[in-house]
Every structure is written in structure tokens, then in C-alpha cells.
């Protein structure tokens, strides 16, 4: 998804240190359920917007990819966005991951 998206242009990646996030992180999907605290953590690196997902996996050859964007200045999730994956092979994942970095785009530029 991280390549998907810088391929596009315009848009810097940056990254979380691990240690950091990880202490930010207080317990299983605590940074996808309160955009206020994921915001916070993207302020210590100076980023516009926070991407936060989860991979849900309800069944063997079914599953989804949840992300939240999280707009940092207001600690406020802008956009939900799930994509969901039938089947576990390296294409279906591809296709996926493409889907969700351009239904991305569109709240990152709105967000600008």
C-alpha cells in the first residue's frame, strides 16, 4: 500500500518509530479506535494526516482491510475505508492494496 500511494506523487511517507508507537499503543487496535491518540503521535513527526488499518479476517478466504485517516491538527478520523479480499494469493493482496491506496488519494487531497 506504502508503494501504491508514493507512486503516485505528492504525498511523503513518513514512519512511526516502533518504540514510540508502540508505547503510544495501549493494547490491540487502541490507535485504529481513538483517532485522538494515533493524532497525537503523528504531531511528535509533524504529518498532516495519520493512516491507521486493521486486517480482519473473519473466515479462511475472506477478509478485510480497515483503515481510518486520521486528520492531526483536529485529532478527528476523516475517512473510513475498507476493502474487502476474497481468496489468499499474492494477487488478490496486489489488487487490494492498489484499491485501497486510491480510495486513499481522495481524503488526503481533500484534507490539504
Do not use: W
Not at 475472506?62 to 478520523?77: C, T, W
Not at 476474497?86 to 484499491?99: I, Y
Not at 480510495?103 to 490539504?112: E, F, G, M, W, Y
Amino acid at each position: 500500500m506504502e508503494r501504491a500511494i508514493s507512486e503516485s506523487g505528492g504525498y511523503e511517507i513518513v514512519h512511526f518509530d516502533l518504540k514510540e508507537q508502540q508505547s503510544a499503543n495501549a493494547g490491540f487496535g487502541y490507535l485504529f479506535r481513538f483517532s485522538d491518540e494515533a493524532a497525537k503521535l503523528g504531531k511528535k513527526i509533524g504529518a498532516d494526516c495519520v493512516i491507521v488499518g486493521q486486517h480482519s479476517k473473519p473466515s479462511f478466504l475472506e477478509s478485510s482491510l480497515i483503515v481510518d485517516v486520521v486528520k492531526v491538527n483536529s485529532g478527528r478520523q476523516i475517512a473510513e475505508i475498507v476493502v474487502d479480499l476474497k481468496g489468499n494469493h499474492v494477487k488478490v493482496t496486489e489488487r487490494a492494496t492498489k484499491e485501497l491506496a486510491k480510495k486513499i488519494k481522495s481524503p488526503l487531497s481533500v484534507s490539504r
